[in-house]
């Protein structure tokens, strides 16, 4: 059997004890404010999946026209429900 030694690190410091540390380690913790990158002025708010099989000749038609308007397929999609819904 393999035999290990014992993982020899830095040896740190006891931690400060509560008289000594600061106020700060007393008052609720606040997240810091998230950092507005590109990801985050791109969300769309789309949480649900949606997964189907269509015919291959709908999916060539419907990614054709997607990206000749410069939409996303999921956009042509949500267009088409609400012109349906609007037509009834």
């Known amino acids: 059997m393999a035999q290990f030694k014992p993982r020899q690190g830095p040896k740190l410091p006891a931690p400060p004890t509560l008289e000594v540390a600061p106020e700060n380690l007393r008052a609720p913790e ?7 990158d590109g990801r985050t002025l791109r969300t769309t708010g789309r949480t649900k999946q949606l997964a189907t099989r269509v015919r291959e ?9 997607a990206a000749t308007h ?6 042509v999609l949500e267009l088409g429900f609400k012109a349906l819904k609007d037509k009834s």
Request: hydrophobic share 45%.
């Open 30 to 36: 606040i997240a810091p404010a998230q950092p507005v």
């Open 57 to 65: 000749e709908f999916y060539d038609d419907l990614k054709l026209y």
């Open 70 to 75: 410069k939409l996303k397929i999921v956009e």
